[in-house]
């Protein structure tokens, strides 16, 4: 099959130089036009407009010009702006893609959409997101024990639900080193599943025991985070949560403010994985700082995704009535959360570290118990009622 042509509409973002180059270089695709001008993309011939949502002549009525000359339009939005996605969906894009998504990823757009070469009238918005199942986000400042109520609250919606436990922490994974399983096949392998069809996704999950959990490890070296983007990894999610009785949990949302240096930002996974969640897990410690470091997490958090319910784990947390209820009385007056659970510090956290198995049932495990029945209380949010409270 011969290359898709493609206009380019020229904006000042780093995609449009980076896929330009890309395309110059090892083709995929044939740049026929650099676009500035409305009136150039409809004048010129080619397959496909790709275009980004801030385009100022990017409008519902262009959009119906260019499907009415048989062309397509390969929309790009921002994974940091989701109202951006929602007015590609509203302009009736045939396509969308993130501004971050590699080469490759644009390359199979265009072609999908070089075929599509027949005049195409009253198309509707785009569809949303494939993910029916709940997602919960478990996040929190570093250091607080994130990764073990990630696990055991895994286990203990799998007690009721088909449940994939995600390891998205790209700066120090350990939810397959916590459990002693292997370290491949992890995160990558399923990116490259779904995104590359290299291999079934099904075979990038590890399982314990017998139970409806299922493992995706995480990357193998956080040296290589930026090879893993944010909207390879949301895709995947939105795989694993393909069934509404489908729960997908995902630990990595540690720190969420940048630091500047990247481009892309190097807390853009954690970001994005905050920006879509149907619930916030914020874990902390049980001390006058633990709580500081969460008060700032949830500012981070709230600026990110301001009306997504979030639960409060206290770990390691005191038996002293009078000190947890000077925590919950702190947490709750400063925070807008759902709730407060107390998890406390118990000698099988530690002893079921060093064996490299689930910790066993006491204290701790029922203070978890009760997160997840705080969380399943939760109603869900669906896409389009995020995307409506982003525009």
């Not at 895994?154 to 790209?170: F, G, M, N, Q, Y």
């Not at 947890?324 to 956290?349: K, M, P």
Request: charged content about 25%; some cysteine.
């Amino acid at each position: 099959m011969t290359e898709p042509e493609v206009a380019l509409v020229f904006t000042a973002e780093p995609w449009v130089e980076e896929l330009h180059r890309h395309l110059s270089d090892h083709g995929g695709a044939r740049i026929r036009s650099l676009v500035v001008e409305q009136s150039v993309a409809l004048e010129e011939s080619y397959d496909v407009l790709v275009v980004s949502h801030r385009w100022p002549a990017l409008t519902l009525a262009f959009v119906a010009d260019v499907h009415a000359r048989g062309r397509r339009v390969l929309g790009v939005h921002d994974l940091a702006e989701p109202a951006s996605r929602a007015h590609l969906a509203a302009l009736e894009v045939d396509a969308a893609i993130e501004a971050d998504a590699g080469p490759d990823a644009f390359v199979r757009a265009l072609i999908a959409l070089g075929a599509q070469r027949a005049p195409r009238v009253g198309t509707g918005p785009l569809p949303p997101a494939a993910r029916a199942g709940r997602l919960v986000a478990v996040g929190g400042p570093p250091g607080v024990g994130r990764t073990e109520i990630a696990i055991e609250l895994a286990i203990a919606a799998a007690r009721t639900s088909p449940v994939a436990l995600v390891d998205c922490d790209d700066v120090a994974p350990a939810i397959a080193q916590r459990l002693a399983l292997a370290v491949e096949p992890n995160l990558r392998t399923a990116v490259d599943a779904v995104e590359h069809g290299q291999g079934d996704l099904g075979s990038a999950l590890l399982a314990i025991g017998g139970s409806r959990l299922r493992i995706v490890g995480g990357i193998p070296n956080p040296a290589a985070w930026a090879q893993v983007r944010p909207g390879e990894v949301l895709r995947v999610v939105d795989r694993l949560g393909d069934r509404a009785d489908n729960v997908v949990v995902v630990d990595g949302l540690g720190s969420l403010r940048e630091v500047g240096g990247s481009t892309r930002g190097r807390f853009a996974t954690a970001q994005a994985l905050a920006r879509e969640a149907d619930v916030l897990v914020a874990v902390c410690d049980a001390s006058p700082v633990g709580i500081a470091r969460l008060l700032t997490w949830v500012v981070e958090a709230r600026s990110l995704a301001s009306s997504t319910p979030m639960v409060v784990a206290v770990n390691r947390a005191p038996a002293a009535t009078f000190r947890r209820g000077e925590l919950y009385e702190e947490i709750t007056s400063s925070a807008g959360v759902v709730d407060v659970v107390f998890c406390a510090l118990d000698a099988r956290v530690g002893d079921a570290a060093w064996a490299g198995r689930p910790v066993s049932r006491g204290r701790f495990t029922r203070a978890v118990g009760r997160v997840c029945e705080v969380v399943q209380s939760l109603p869900r949010r669906r896409l389009d009622t995020r995307l409506e409270a982003a525009s």
